[in-house]
């Protein structure tokens, strides 16, 4: 099992760049893929970006692709999303959330990731 806990979150201005951090403690970091989501009020939770559990490959959604980017460190237990050139469409509750097993054509689905953060709050005002 695994536990996470997300921070970084804030109010920013668009076109701003802004860094998540997803702490992990309890079973060992690298023995899952790592997922980024968000979601917005009365909306489900959309897919953002995931990682592998070495870091060696990325995925990201259409609407963030070229602005976020994924990474880990695995010897901080640590997930991150950096988000450059912020728009007010990005603002939404930020969750990470870690996937004990998948497989590429999986990681855009909410039921892959079996636990998950408390999430932040990411506001972008034009």
């Known amino acids: 099992q695994v536990q996470l806990v997300e921070s970084g979150g804030g109010l920013v201005q668009a076109g701003d760049s802004l860094r998540l951090s997803c702490a992990a403690s309890?079973?060992?970091?690298?023995?899952?893929?790592m997922g980024w989501f968000r979601q917005c009020p009365g909306k489900g939770r959309e897919f953002v970006a995931a990682?592998?559990?070495?870091?060696?490959?990325?995925y990201y959604a259409d609407s963030v692709k070229g602005r976020f980017t994924i990474s880990r460190d695995n010897a901080k237990n640590t997930l991150y999303l950096q988000m450059s050139s912020l728009k007010p469409e990005d603002t939404a509750v930020y969750y990470c959330?870690?996937?004990?097993?998948?497989?590429?054509?999986?990681?855009?689905?909410?039921?892959?990731?079996?636990?998950w953060g408390q999430g932040t709050q990411v506001t972008v005002s034009s």
């Open positions: 959330a870690a996937a004990s097993s998948w497989y590429s054509d999986s990681v855009y689905y909410t039921d892959t990731y079996n636990y």
């Open positions: 309890g079973r060992t970091f690298s023995s899952y893929a």
């Open positions: 990682i592998n559990r070495y870091g060696g490959s990325t």
